[in-house]
């Protein structure tokens, strides 16, 4: 497709499931991001990707959370033990090129995100 | 800390009235864009910014790197501008997108 694809779109979870969160982008975009938005707050970063190196995830709120883009392309974020606190949407970006240390052409494109209810 | 402030939180507009947002940050940044999520949740990206100014269609942004600030205009608004405008920046030498707090936008028919 075109465009950055996220599956599911919803998920519900119950409290202590393990949750797996897919993200398809733009293809050929070397860089990518995991955001998680609360209701009525923005998009908070949670962490980055460039190619299938994790150069950035200090974001990521606790140990539960993982994320992983082992070949460079589709990477999927992992939730463990899922808490109430985590209910939100996850957000995917991608974007052509590098970020950090230059100018250089980095659009951000976002993807539907993945509405995460745990109840 | 690192900031990014917008304003004003919230606006109520008649259809066809003009406005104007605005985007504080607080170093200087190698990135800026602006989106607009719409009532479904989906962030639109209306433009990448980190200088100069840009103009597309009814909606023209500029950003002042040295002032640390960005203005988003919206003129002639229509009812389906309503929704969320938020400002997003990459300080230099970071990798992290640092998004603003938000306006809320409804425009009224």
């Known amino acids: 497709g075109a465009g950055v694809s996220q599956s599911p779109r919803y998920k519900v979870a119950k409290r202590g499931q393990d949750v797996a969160l897919r993200c398809d982008p733009i293809?050929?975009?070397?860089?990518l991001f995991w955001y998680q938005q609360a209701l009525g707050q923005g998009p908070e970063f949670l962490t980055y990707?460039?190619?299938?190196?994790?150069?950035?995830k200090s974001g990521l709120p606790s140990d539960r959370f993982f994320a992983e883009r082992p070949e460079g392309s589709v990477s999927t974020l992992k939730i463990q033990r899922t808490q109430q606190e985590d209910s939100a949407v996850y957000l995917c970006?991608?974007?052509?090129?590098?970020?950090?240390?230059?100018?250089?052409?980095?659009?951000?494109?976002f993807g539907p995100g993945t509405r995460l209810t745990v109840l | 800390g690192i900031q990014v402030e917008q304003s004003p939180p919230d606006l109520i507009l008649q259809e066809g009235a003009n406005s104007t947002l605005r985007c504080n940050f607080s170093d200087s940044v190698n990135n800026l864009q602006w989106f607009h999520q719409n009532p479904w949740g989906q962030l639109i990206n209306l433009f990448y910014?980190?200088?100069g100014t840009k103009q597309n269609g009814r909606l023209s942004a500029t950003t002042v790197a040295t002032e640390r600030y960005s203005l988003l205009y919206i003129s002639s608004s229509q009812t389906t501008d309503s929704g969320v405008y938020f400002c997003a920046v990459l300080y230099s030498g970071t990798y992290k997108y640092i998004f603003g707090t938000g306006t809320r936008l409804k425009v009224l028919a």
């Open positions: 970006a991608s974007s052509l090129a590098r970020t950090a240390g230059g100018r250089g052409y980095n659009e951000q494109f």
């Open positions: 990707f460039q190619n299938e190196a994790q150069l950035d």
């Open positions: 910014i980190p200088s």
């Open positions: 293809s050929g975009h070397v860089s």
